[in-house]
Each structure stands twice: as C-alpha cells, then as structure tokens.
C-alpha cells in the first residue's frame, strides 16, 4: 500500500493573516484526519461510534389503568406476601404474589440473565420468568401479559449487586421474550415524596401505613409460629392455625376503610394544613381496628397444646437480608431443616431491618449538622443561612426520631396483644456501640454492623446457643462482617458462630456443615437443660406430670422467665415449674437428683 508523509514541505507557506492561519489549521487537522484513516485501514483497526448504554424507556404505569393492571410482587415470606396483598387491595390495586423461589427459577435467571450476580438476584429475577411463562402457558399472550402486568419490587444504590437487580430484571424479561414488561421501583433512600399526580402506584400515606401494617403484623406472626411449632403436641397444627390468622388478618387490611378526603366533608379538612396526615397518623395510633383480630387470632394460636419440657437449642438467624428471610431454595430450606433436627429457631423480623434505616438516616443528619451539602459556591453563610440549617437539622431529628418512637410503639401494640411472646426489637443504639468496635457503623451497605451487633446481642444476653449467618454465594457485605468475625468469637468465647454462602446448589453441603455446629449447640443445651433440671430437684417425668396437670402450662401463651446464664426455652421452663412444685410443696418421689442421660432426649 502506498504511503504518504506530512512533512514541512506539504504544508502551505502563508503570509501570517489571520484567515491564512486558520486555514493553515483546517488543512493540517484535514491532512492528520486522511493520515488516521489510511494508518488505520493499513492495520485493520476499525474505529467504530461509541454507543454509549442509555436506560430503555418504559412505558408508564398510570393511574386510569389500576383497573386492568394486576401488581405482582414477591420476595419475603408467605406470611408478609399474604398480608401485603391484602394492604394493597385495601387500597384499590388489582394484585398477584409471586411464589417462593425454586431451583428451576434460579436455572432460569441464570440462563437469561448475566454472568456474576448473586442468587437471589437469579432467584428472584428467574421466578419472574418462571411466573410470566406460566401465565403464557396457561392461554395468555405475550402483549396481555406485558400490557396488563407490573413488577413491584424494592430498589436500591447500595455498593453491592443489589443496585443493579432493576437493569437485571430488564435484561432477563428482555431476553426470555417479555421485552417491554414494566417493573416499579420503590427507593430505600425515597418516602411519600415518590407519589406522583398521575402515577399507578401511589406512594401515599395509605399505601405507607397498608404496608408497615402487614409487615410488622407479618413479623409478628411469623415469630409466634417458629416459637409454637418445635414444641407443639400435635405435629402440623401451627401451620394449620396460622394460615387461619393470615387470612383473618388478610381480610382485615383488605376491608380496611381509610378516611376519604375527596368526599365533601374531606375536602374541607383537606383545607387545613396537613390535616390528612395527621388523620390518618391518629387512626393508626388510638385506633383498635387490628387489635380486634388479634385477640381472635391470639384464642386460635391458644389452643395449640405445647409441650415445653423439650431440650431445644436456640438458633439465632442473621445474615444479608433476603437470604435470612426467604422460605425456599433460596437459603437450602434451612429453617424446616433446622427444626427436623431439633433446633428452635429465632427469625429475624423486617422491623429490625426498618430501624437500622430510620437510625441510620439520623446519623447522617448528625454528621451533616452544620453543614451545608447544598452549597456550591464559596461564599461565605450568613447568620440567616446559619439558623436555617440549625432549623433544618432539628426538623429532621424530631421527624426521624418520631417516625422510630411511633413505628416502636405500634409494633410493641402487636407484642401485646399477643402476650408479649415475640421478642421485642433491640435497640438500634445498643447494636451500634455492640458492633462499632469490630465493625464501623458508618461503613453502610447490606446489614452493615448489624451482622456483628446481633450476634453479640444474642450471645451475651443468653438468647441463643448458636448463630447461624446466611448469605449468598460472594455477598460483599455480608462477606465484610465474616472478615471481622474471628475477632469477634475471640472475644466472646461462648459464641457457636456458622457462616453459610447459599447458593442455587450446595444443599447436601451446608446442611452437613449446619449438622455439625448444631451438635455443638445440642450438647451446650444438653448440658444447660442437665444442670437446671438438677437444681429444680424433680424428675423430668415428674415435671411433665405436673405441666400435664396444668392446662396454663400448656398454653404457647404461658409465660417463661428468662434467666441469666439460662439460654433455653425448655430449661427455663423446667425451673419455673420447679419453682411452683416447690411452692406447693410437692416432693420428688425420687431421692436422687441425678438425671439419665435419655430421660433429656
């Protein structure tokens, strides 16, 4: 190929105008411009227009279409889905839960989604598909289930792979053939700001309050249910009874009736300033509207007979959020098989989850008292802008600080109605200061602190024998706080800590290792329940003998004292109806106060 050279002798000798410079100019960037176009064909580089990513545009989900358009969403567990469908068809929305995650849900995101993700990423994107294929499956074309469907989910901007699960979803509903299906993102860091006049899905107060609702009385629940079933008499009687109270209490929130302010009288409240807030806000709070359901659900559970003279070890579940909360394949089934191996396990609800961000949001307005973040130019402030952010900074703290007072006291309402069995949420604060040590509360992302906070909480306040921390397969976050851990068990040597990286295989694996561990909390609980059936001086025929007498100690509602130094439901069972033997002055048939190895098993 023939070449050419821009040499001195090319360029055009000018007499120096202005005109004769800028030509000059055009012709050396003209000659450069043929001299990188030959350079590149002669070595078979193709410069090709960058074209950069830009976010598909989506059709948008509108209010004249609530009554055609079906919100699906999933997630959480059965028992918050439930009740979440109920909040929102309470307030007009046509809704579908997805079902909990399978294998073959994984498979299928895999397939259609990247490389590198984490599983519940494939997880839940996958059950998506799987979902939409079924509809397909079933006679539905593909515009009725792109045009009459939407995705609900929570979104995030977090330094893990969870903020990409919105270009995920897009990227698989695209590939598997559902291009174009619209999914709703609700922001962690938005609030009742993300409502828009014309939007489907309106982020108002009733929609907030329709789902704190089922979420805490999902927790509370679902708490009550892992307590019942590993001392029930009758096997698969707490299942029974709570899918009855999920579905008192799905009626109940479906059938809720909140104020109308359109309505004539409405209108003229609405004209007082922030009138509809604060209506809404006192329904919520001197309100019995749920309570009356409590205490018919509250008779139901009641009458599931337990029998608490059982040795259990206590699991304590921590770990990233989904995987610690999900009922499937998403976390190997962990919990049914920690309980077919004789563990008590203690879930973690979704209010604690709810605090940490309430809390979190409040030490981001501690560090940024004073401070200006919206200021782009150096002048200097002025006292005036110096009050204002005073005033914005205490404005903020009352309002977090309220919001966390209020969503306390309506969750501690709940504990009550049912006899203050569900264990109360720890203090954020207390987590913190736990945690700050091995694990900077500033540092955000996941669970931040709250991994390392909770097991030491449970640890060295007696709650558990062992924690167990679930997380997917190369969760960053999650991975931080196993970093940290070492030093954490060092400190506290009475901690049985097992961390287990989930994943769409591995069952026989994690459960192996799971067995393990669960033997060591088998024999520290053994050995608890030992000791303190010793101290009571009775048999354990002899203590059963008496519970079975006593209709009150068969209730799940029956109040167990909680000892220091004694970790285990049953332990602290036997020694409170050592205590009331003793108080009758019943005597042990038997004069020895040792205890057989099998009468504990």
């Known amino acids: 190929m023939e070449t050419t050279t821009i040499t001195p002798e090319a360029i055009p000798v000018l007499d120096g105008s202005h005109k004769e410079k800028v030509d000059k100019e055009q012709l050396i960037q003209q000659m450069l411009l043929e001299e990188k176009k030959r350079l590149e064909a002669e070595y078979g580089v193709e410069n090709k227009e960058i074209d950069h990513f830009k976010k598909p545009f989506e059709k948008m989900f509108t209010k004249d279409q609530r009554d055609t358009t079906t919100i699906l969403f999933g997630g959480l567990t059965w028992k918050h889905e439930r009740l979440i469908k109920g909040a929102l068809e309470g307030i007009g929305y046509k809704t579908e839960m997805v079902p909990t995650p399978s294998k073959k849900a994984f498979q299928l995101g895999k397939e259609y989604g990247n490389n590198g993700q984490c599983n519940p990423t494939y ?40 903020g990409m699960y919105e270009a995920e979803y897009r990227l698989a509903l695209r590939n598997s053939g559902f291009d174009g299906f619209r999914v709703l993102l609700f922001q962690q860091t938005g609030g009742l700001s993300q409502q828009e006049a014309e939007a489907g899905l309106e982020m108002n107060l009733d929609f907030f309050l329709g789902i704190i609702n ?17 001392y029930e008499v009758v096997e698969g009687e707490t299942d029974k009874v709570m899918q009855e109270v999920i579905e008192l209490f799905y009626e109940r929130l479906k059938s809720k009736r909140y104020f109308d302010f359109n309505s004539r009288i409405g209108k003229i409240i609405q004209k007082i300033p922030s009138s509809e807030y604060a209506t809404k806000f006192i329904d919520q709070i001197l309100g ?55 563990a008590q396990v203690i879930v973690e609800p979704i209010a604690t989850w709810i605090m ?29 802008d110096k009050f ?23 969750y501690n309402r709940y504990r009550k109605a049912f006899g203050n069995i569900p264990h109360e949420l720890v203090d954020q604060k207390v ?7 091995f694990y900077h509360s500033r540092v955000e992302g996941g669970e931040g602190h709250l991994e390392v906070g909770k097991s030491i909480y449970y640890t060295i306040n007696d709650l558990s024998h062992m924690i167990l921390s679930l997380k997917p397969f190369g969760c960053m976050p999650s991975t931080q706080s196993d970093g940290v851990q070492s030093a954490v068990i060092n400190r506290y040597k009475d901690m049985i800590f097992l961390p287990i990286e989930t994943s769409g295989e591995g069952d026989v694996n994690a459960h ?90």
């Open 123 to 162: 997880f839940t994107v996958g059950n998506l598909v799987e979902y939409l294929q079924g509809l397909e499956a079933k006679g539905m074309s593909k515009e009725d289930i792109i045009s009459n469907h939407v995705f609900f989910t929570a979104g995030a901007c977090g330094p893990c792979r969870f």
């Open 214 to 230: 089922a979420m805490m009385l999902g927790d509370i629940i679902n708490e009550i249910g892992y307590q019942i079933r590993p």
């Open 288 to 342: 019995d509207y749920y309570m009356e359901t409590a205490n018919e659900a509250r008779k139901k559970f009641e009458a599931i007979k337990v029998d608490r003279t059982r040795m259990k070890p206590t699991v304590k579940i921590t770990g990233e959020f989904w995987a610690q909360t999900t009922e499937g394949d998403g976390n190997f089934n962990m919990f049914p098989f920690l309980e077919r191996e004789g």
């Open 356 to 384: 940490y961000m309430l809390h979190q949001a409040q030490s981001v307005n501690e560090d940024q008292k004073g401070i200006n973040v919206y200021k782009e130019t150096d002048e200097k402030e002025t006292l005036m």
């Open 388 to 410: 204002k952010l005073i005033k914005d900074y205490n404005s903020s703290k009352v309002t977090i600080r309220l919001a966390e007072k209020i969503f306390e006291r309506e």
């Open 431 to 437: 987590l913190k200061e736990l945690a700050h040590d």
């Open 512 to 601: 192996s290792r799971v067995q393990m561990a669960l033997g060591e909390a088998k024999a520290k609980a053994k050995s608890e329940f030992r000791e303190c059936l010793n101290k009571t001086g009775y048999t354990l025929e002899e203590i059963k003998a008496y519970a079975d007498s006593h209709k009150e100690l068969q209730s799940p509602f029956f109040h167990i004292t909680h000892r220091k130094g004694v970790i285990g439901t049953g332990a602290n069972f036997i020694l409170d109806v050592g205590e009331m033997m003793s108080k009758e002055g019943i005597k042990s048939v038997s004069q020895t106060s040792e205890v057989k190895e099998e009468s504990i098993l």
